[in-house]
């Protein structure tokens, strides 16, 4: 079964500075998706970024970048020039990309806890 | 806004008692997901729906119970309601099955007492 492992509880950033935030998978899957998604103390689950595992390159959007390391089996998001609106929770997710006979459910981390300082 | 719609935002009740929840996916989706958010197991997949047939199954009690509509919106029943089953309730939906994005409604916050 996958896994999908946050190993920071909690990170602080100073406003306007760079954070990143951890996260590592096990899977004996080649084909799957990884997201990190961000919940405000609203409780929204928003989608934040989005990395298909075929694609070397990794997915950017505005401040928000992955690092991701498919043999090690590490999906990093970095966050830049860090604004008080990204205080929130982020969730590290992965789905299986099989549709033959798997789910495409997405398995969850325990979260990280960004606070951001100004 | 994701588009995803779920009703009630809030509902508090009692052991014992049966809750249905809503949820209406955005506009052209066929597959609808059911999450259950908790401190104890975090979050957590219960159910998933495409077209109105049941596709997967994750972790989810026999007390509770699923179901999408024609008009493709889905409900989620819990009934004999016990105080572990206070949570935060998502629903999600996407476009088809293969390769696509969730997108998120804003929850339900059931407690029971």
């Known amino acids: 079964a996958q896994t999908v492992t946050q190993s920071q509880p909690e990170m602080s950033v100073q406003e306007a500075e760079t954070v990143t935030l951890s996260c590592t998978y096990d899977?004996?899957?080649?084909?799957?998706?990884l997201f990190w998604y961000k919940q405000p103390p609203s409780r929204q689950m928003i989608l934040v970024i989005r990395q298909e595992a075929y694609k070397q390159q990794n997915a950017t959007e505005n401040r928000f970048s992955v690092n991701f390391q498919k043999a090690a089996k590490s999906f990093s998001l970095k966050i830049s020039d860090s604004q008080l609106g990204d205080a929130a929770m982020y969730f590290c997710a992965y789905r299986s990309g099989d549709y033959g006979g798997s789910q495409g459910n997405l398995i969850f981390g325990k979260g990280t806890k960004l606070s951001v300082k100004p | 806004d994701s588009g995803v719609t779920q009703t009630p935002k809030h509902l508090i009740t009692a052991t014992g008692q049966r809750v249905t929840l809503r949820c209406s996916p955005r506009s052209g989706d066929l597959s609808v997901y059911w999450y259950q958010q908790s401190l104890d197991q975090g979050l957590q997949f219960l159910i998933q729906y495409y077209n109105g047939e049941e596709r997967a199954k994750g972790n989810i009690l026999e007390r509770f119970s699923a179901q999408q509509f024609p008009d493709l919106h889905s409900e989620l029943n819990l009934s004999s309601l016990e105080l572990g089953d206070s949570a935060l309730y998502f629903c999600?939906?996407?476009?088809?099955?293969?390769?696509?994005?969730?997108?998120f409604g804003p929850g339900t916050r059931l407690t029971v007492l």
């Open positions: 899977t004996s899957e080649s084909d799957y998706y």
């Open positions: 999600a939906s996407s476009t088809g099955l293969a390769a696509d994005t969730q997108y």
